[in-house]
């Protein structure tokens, strides 16, 4: 392959909307993924009523391939893969990875979050087998039957709406006195028969061996009472993806990358976008301002 001007590590809105800008002012645009369909988180949002444009709200399976489109027919180039190292090089960065190896002058990381744990024993043994960290995946598995959300943003109240029309009873445990989350959903959300909360209160155990049958959920004053449920829907937060980073620039204590208003690291044609950055907003909107960013950052230099 040769050397490009800008390679994407990451496929997600942030990446693809990097990929677009990139792409159409004529630069050479690589963008690659480990994922097999473009468009990362997005493309399990059931439900985005928050992005200009589409008052009725869009699927992310909808969205995440027109964004992916429009790059492709600008002419970026898609490759399937994951970076596994990233180096400073003469002529700018070396990726490499399962897919080969890239050399570009600029180089956009912007390689999303997983899911927070909820940090209880069991979680992790339980983990599809009653504990999901996705209703619009795993929603189905849980049809007709009684289940809870831990968390209470705007990813929690989003999944909730998919989840009550699937199963019989959904409970929200939050550990403030509120959830955090849009307003606009919480009051939909609030308005669903099927849905309970429970404030200031916290999941501390998980009950069941194999498969989970219920949840220990403690409240303020230090009662516990165990609810049944056969699903648990974890929404508690995110951890960037930032390993491919940690040699090359500063990282928080929760591991997001300070950039400034380009997207720029200040390491020589790094930048970090989505995400992964410091003080994302979280949303696609501004995931996808941040792609914008970077690549007219990187225009304006050549
Ligand atoms: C359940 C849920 C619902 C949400 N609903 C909304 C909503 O309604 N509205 C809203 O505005 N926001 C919503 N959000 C938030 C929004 O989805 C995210 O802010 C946004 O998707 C972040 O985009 P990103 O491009 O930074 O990362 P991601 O979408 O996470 O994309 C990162 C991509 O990089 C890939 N990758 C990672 N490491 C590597 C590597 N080493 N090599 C190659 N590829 C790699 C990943 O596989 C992934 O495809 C929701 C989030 C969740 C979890």
């Given at each position: 392959m040769n050397k490009r001007d800008v390679t994407i590590v990451g496929g997600g809105i942030a990446g693809l909307t990097a990929a677009f800008f990139a792409a159409r002012e004529n630069l050479t645009t690589t963008i690659i993924d480990n994922q097999g369909v473009s468009g990362g988180v997005l493309i399990n949002v059931d439900s985005i009523q928050n992005f200009p444009g589409f008052p009725d709200g869009i699927s992310g399976y909808e969205l995440g391939p027109m964004i992916a489109g429009q790059a492709s027919a600008s002419g970026a180039e898609f490759v399937f893969g994951s970076v596994m190292d990233i180096h400073q090089c003469e002529d700018g960065w070396e990726l490499s990875g399962d897919f080969g190896s890239v050399v570009s002058t600029n180089l956009v990381v912007a390689t999303g979050s997983q899911p927070a744990r909820l940090g209880v024993s069991n979680e992790e043994q339980l983990y599809g087998h009653g504990i999901s960290y996705c209703a619009t995946c795993d929603g189905d598995f849980f049809r007709d039957e009684d289940v809870l959300i831990a968390g209470g943003g705007d990813a929690a109240l989003d999944e909730a709406l998919v989840l009550a029309e699937i199963v019989n009873s959904l409970t929200i445990v939050h550990h403030g006195d509120s959830p955090t989350g849009s307003k606009a959903t919480l009051a939909r959300v609030q308005a669903l028969p099927n849905v309970g909360m429970l404030t200031n209160s916290?999941?501390?155990?998980?009950?069941?061996?194999?498969v989970l049958i219920g949840a220990s959920v403690r409240d303020e004053h230090g009662s516990i009472q165990d609810l049944d449920c056969t699903g648990l829907f974890v929404y508690v937060g995110s951890n960037p993806q930032t390993n491919l980073l940690q040699d090359w620039c500063e990282l928080d204590a929760l591991g997001h990358v300070a950039v400034?208003?380009?997207?720029?690291?200040?390491?020589?044609?790094?930048y970090a976008v989505g995400d992964i950055r410091q003080r994302s907003s979280g949303l696609l909107l501004g995931s996808a301002a941040d792609g914008m960013a970077a690549a007219r950052a990187i225009v304006a230099k050549n």
């Open positions: 916290e999941i501390v155990g998980l009950n069941g061996d194999d400034d208003d380009y997207m720029s690291t200040g390491v020589v044609g790094l």
